[in-house]
């Protein structure tokens, strides 16, 4: 970590771990809940699109281009279904080829992608004035994240602050597991176990590890305070500060979040920033649940 920047992979740490690109034969085991409906749906395997999204996942990730053989090689996957996938991700614009290399990346289409769940969601409209305000006024950095389906979390907006020593991500950056402060928020919020919390948690990435019964503490104050705080837990140095943004029907659809130093953000600086940010996310929710 350099004294000018710190560059920290995915919105609360680091990104998707390898097993998003874990064999379709164990994605076929998962499961959906159809809230209309009521009932488990079993999700069929579809080995093609399972790992189409493997691929783009892994490219994704590394950040620079890949040959069919490491692509191949880090999924487990035969050369020539590789291969095939490729040209057809290739052709569809998702993916580019290097004929010179005869390696592959993610491709323009993939933004186009991007864009349009941006623009299919208001909330990273609503919420990047406040995030501005926020690092404007505390020097951090601050995100806005959305809580997707079971737990995991993706950055939709955010703003950095002008001060020397700034942390580094990216908007599309996400995460799944229950890191950091919001990590803390989706434990308050999801209605897992106690055993399931345990699980999960046994799963995070620490720098400084808590103890188990510490950390649900700091859930329970999460859901009774309206705020978590993550300090030199999940990465030394640095304090994470998370607020709850609701919608309809009081779910956890998104957070916003702030990062700083642990030596600027003392506890009478944390509880004033967690404040003022719980009064921008009671704005925002505001507008969400009006339907805007």
Not at 44 to 51: E, I, L, T, Y
Not at 130 to 141: H, I, K, M, S
Not at 267 to 282: G, I, K, P, Y
Request: aromatic share 6%.
């Amino acid at each position: 970590m350099t004294a000018a920047t710190a560059s920290w992979l995915g919105p609360l740490g680091r990104l998707h771990s390898p097993s998003s690109a874990m064999p379709a034969k164990k994605q076929a085991k998962t499961t959906d809940k159809s809230p209309a409906a009521g009932r488990t749906v079993r999700v069929r395997p579809v080995p093609a699109v399972s790992r189409s999204i493997a691929i783009l996942r892994l490219l994704g990730r590394v950040g620079q281009p890949l040959g069919v053989k490491a692509i191949a090689d880090e999924l487990a996957l035969v050369p020539s279904t590789c291969l095939h996938i490729l040209r057809v991700l290739v052709a569809e614009e998702l993916v580019t080829w290097d004929a010179a290399t005869k390696r592959y990346a993610l491709g323009n289409g993939m933004i186009s992608l991007a864009r349009s769940v941006l623009d299919r969601s208001g909330f990273p409209q609503l919420i990047q004035p406040a995030l501005d305000r926020l690092a404007g006024r505390f020097g951090v950095t601050a995100m806005g994240v959305e809580v997707a389906a079971k737990g995991s979390a993706v950055v939709l907006a955010l703003s950095h602050s002008n001060q020397p020593f700034r942390v580094h991500t990216d908007v599309g950056s996400r995460f799944d597991t229950l890191v950091s402060a919001t990590g803390r928020l989706i434990a308050a919020h999801g209605g897992d176990s106690a055993a399931e919390l345990r699980k999960r948690f046994a799963q995070i990435p620490w720098d400084k590890a808590p103890r188990f019964e510490a950390w649900k503490k700091e859930v329970e104050l999460a859901r009774t305070q309206g705020f978590s705080v993550d300090r030199d837990n999940f990465m030394a140095g640095l304090t994470v500060v998370a607020v709850p943004v609701f919608v309809a029907g009081g779910r956890l659809a998104y957070t916003v979040v702030v990062v700083g130093l642990s030596s600027q953000l003392t506890t009478v600086a944390t509880d004033l920033l967690a404040q003022e940010m719980m009064r921008e996310a009671r704005e925002i929710s505001g507008l969400l649940v009006e339907g805007v």
